[in-house]
């Protein structure tokens, strides 16, 4: 069954500990993203990455940093310089680069930080 | 700066067509409608996505106006699964690594099917 997935579901954090969201996809795709959506809102780009060893900020990049050593995996890490991370995370993966009509999201990370 | 413009909510009775209104009226030549949907606390899924000419799908059929300024997404027979935040996008689909890289989700329309 292919598809992404995301772990843990719920993340609860004390304000200045840094927290790693994983993303892992088994559909072959080159391209993946991060996404971070608040209650209401639609959602913004973080980061995102064509290929292995690449990877590019996006609109909301200060304070979250990523790393794109295997095709497969896409971590996401919320450190405490993040002013505001209580959202919800979204990753995604496409087959290439803007390839929007095949990206696949996956269930997401409510992370919450107190 | 948004793109698109859709109603915050609707509502649609069970086993009707829903029809979701979007406009785009500096949509450029080279860029596309696509339409996405999120349910509750779930990650965004496409639905189907076009240029000029109306599209259709197992899930939705999608109108575009003739000036491509407005589109509309029909689901035929809506279901309560179908209630969901709607998403229409602009963007063009590119493949050369450019700027291309993302889609901008504006706040959507909030399609609540009613029994």
């Known amino acids: 069954d292919g598809g992404i997935t995301q772990s843990p579901k719920y993340l609860f954090r004390k304000e200045g500990q840094n927290v790693t969201l994983s993303c892992e996809q088994n559909?072959?795709?080159?391209?993946m993203y991060w996404y971070r959506q608040d209650p209401g809102q639609g959602l913004r780009l973080i980061y995102y990455s064509q290929i292995v060893n690449d990877f590019q900020k996006g609109d909301i990049a200060e304070g979250y940093s990523v790393s794109r050593e295997k095709k497969e995996s896409f971590p996401l890490t919320v450190t405490s310089a993040q002013k505001n991370p209580t959202a919800f995370y979204l990753c995604?993966?496409?087959?290439?680069?803007?390839?929007?009509?095949?990206?696949?999201f996956g269930p997401g990370t409510r992370l919450t930080v107190t | 700066d948004a793109k698109t413009t859709q109603p915050p909510s609707m509502d649609c009775a069970e086993g009707r067509a829903a029809n979701l209104p979007c406009n785009h009226s500096?949509?450029?030549?080279?860029?596309?409608v696509y339409w996405y949907r999120q349910i509750h606390s779930q990650g965004p899924q496409y639905i189907i996505h076009g240029l000029k000419n109306n599209e259709t799908n197992e899930m939705a059929s999608l109108i575009i106006t003739e000036d491509r300024k407005s589109s509309t997404l029909i689901l035929p027979h809506a279901t309560l699964r179908d209630t969901a935040v709607y998403y229409c996008i602009v963007s063009p689909t590119d493949n050369s690594g450019g700027s291309n890289y993302k889609l901008t989700f504006g706040k959507g329309t909030l399609l609540t099917v009613n029994p």
């Open positions: 559909l072959n795709h080159d391209a």
């Open positions: 500096t949509i450029s030549g080279n860029e596309y």
């Open positions: 995604a993966s496409s087959m290439y680069l803007g390839a929007f009509y095949e990206q696949y």
